[in-house]
């Protein structure tokens, strides 16, 4: 296993290495808490190139805290209509802790196939103009040459995660939407 520590200040940044990934990759699995337009500009020519060269993608994220915003989410779902082989899910209040109060979906992972191995790269990134450029972020990417191990592991959360979030569609984008309006009409 190789492992690499990745800041927007180390010489291969945390943008340059999803980056690069997106373009040798065979399979993208991303599960990131918040998306914000202005971050997403920045690797949405990668992903979409990705996709369109064949390569499965899928993409968890959620609305915690009503921060990923509405353009994120149409310009998936427009890759969706465009590539069938790239698929978006949202957390719309999903995960609920016993008491039925909503758990707040978090994560910030990105697992990478390869021909010959696989890459986790995990910490505190979101896709956010701010989180990609500028913030202290740390995070760690991980290569697994096929042994099982921590990819393994966060294949598995994935798919549990992606089994239970809703696949993203213009409803649910028209409800967020509404959402967001209401909870900024509350505050004027």
């Known amino acids: 296993m190789e492992h690499q ?3 927007n200040y180390t010489d291969i940044t945390f943008l340059d290495k999803i980056k690069d990934n997106l373009r040798h990759c065979k399979s993208f699995d991303f599960s990131v808490s918040f998306i914000k337009k202005a971050g997403l500009v920045l690797l949405f020519k990668d992903i979409e190139a990705a996709v369109e060269r064949g390569c499965k993608g899928r993409i968890i994220t959620s609305t915690y ?3 990923t915003d509405i353009e994120s989410l149409k310009s998936f779902y427009a890759l969706m209509g465009r590539c069938p082989n790239f ?3 949202l957390d719309y209040e999903s995960f609920h802790g016993t008491d039925y109060s909503t ?3 978090h994560s910030k992972g990105y697992l990478f196939e390869f021909d010959d191995h696989r890459e986790l790269v ?3 990134s979101n896709i956010t103009r701010y989180a990609l450029l500028k913030n202290i972020e740390w995070d760690v990417s991980v290569k697994d040459y096929f042994v099982n191990g921590a990819y393994d592991d966060a294949l598995k959360e994935f798919e549990e995660k992606w089994s239970a979030t809703e696949l993203l569609n213009a409803e649910l984008i028209a409800k ?3 959402r967001l309006s209401y909870a900024i009409e509350r505050w004027d």
């Open 176 to 178: 967020y939407a509404q």
């Open 5 to 7: 520590f990745l800041t």
């Open 65 to 67: 805290q009503n921060f």
């Open 87 to 89: 698929q978006c899910h």
């Open 103 to 105: 758990l707040g979906y």
């Open 122 to 124: 995990i910490g505190s």
